[in-house]
């Protein structure tokens, strides 16, 4: 017959002193584990922060150098029955921080205006009719890019000059700002412009409270003016 005395004697647990030491190690381990993680967790936080805000701006500037390089393209001049006279003016405003182009750069049948400026930290696309003052404010419109903190737009001519020649700032080209309907009655300038070089800067905060900023830059030439 079995001893209960002598198996109750074989079954223990752990001593207080063997709890206290493995609450010890389990602590220890934890810390480095944390000290370990947290670098690795800024670090990823801090590069999907400069990810996103570097592609956001990137495609801004892709779509945007994309239809400032159709401008002028005008499908109605080359249809059956085209419009007389036939339609022109690719560019309608063109200051050193809003540009107005003209046609359809969209791709679609039907010409219009669109403009690209900096309303706030937004750099916005306005799609509108070219007779409609809306098309020339910066108040609304699609939103192509976010943390901008810097929008400006240089032109040069068919000799690569730039226009206006010095470039002052601020400038309107032929005195046109935007905000209205353009006055077409002088378009030396503006009829002169075969590139647009355009100039981005976006801005983000890191974790730590660090400012970080790039820059972004686009050479377009006009493929459908002159």
């Known amino acids: 017959m079995m001893n209960p005395t002598r198996t109750a004697c074989r079954q223990h647990g752990f001593s207080l002193l063997e709890a206290v030491i493995s609450l010890a190690l389990f602590l220890v ?27 956001n701006a990137r495609l801004g500037m892709a779509e945007m150098a994309r239809q400032i390089r159709m401008a002028g393209f005008f499908p109605e ?16 405003v063109a200051s ?29 696309r306005i799609n509108g009719s070219r007779a409609s003052g809306g098309s020339y404010t910066c108040s609304s419109g699609e939103v192509l890019a976010e943390n901008v903190t810097a929008l400006r737009f240089t ?49 983000w905060q890191e ?8 820059h972004l830059n686009s050479d377009v030439r006009l493929r459908n003016a002159g």
């Open 29 to 55: 381990v934890l810390t480095i584990t944390l000290s370990i993680y947290k670098p690795s967790r800024l670090l990823y936080t801090r590069g999907e922060r400069k990810t996103d805000v570097q592609q």
């Open 77 to 92: 001049n080359f249809t059956d029955a085209p419009p007389t006279p036939s339609i022109v003016d690719p560019i309608l």
């Open 96 to 124: 050193e921080n809003f540009l107005t182009i003209h046609g359809a750069a969209d791709g679609s049948a039907a010409s219009s205006a669109f403009s690209f400026c900096l309303d706030g930290n937004l750099l916005r």
């Open 155 to 203: 032109y040069y001519d068919e000799n690569g000059a730039p226009v206006p020649d010095p470039p002052s700032t601020p400038y309107d080209l032929d005195d046109q700002p935007p905000g209205a309907v353009p006055d077409m009655t002088t378009v030396v300038q503006r009829e002169s412009i075969r590139r647009v070089v355009v100039s981005l800067s976006v801005e």
């Open 207 to 214: 974790p730590n409270g660090e400012q970080q900023n790039y």
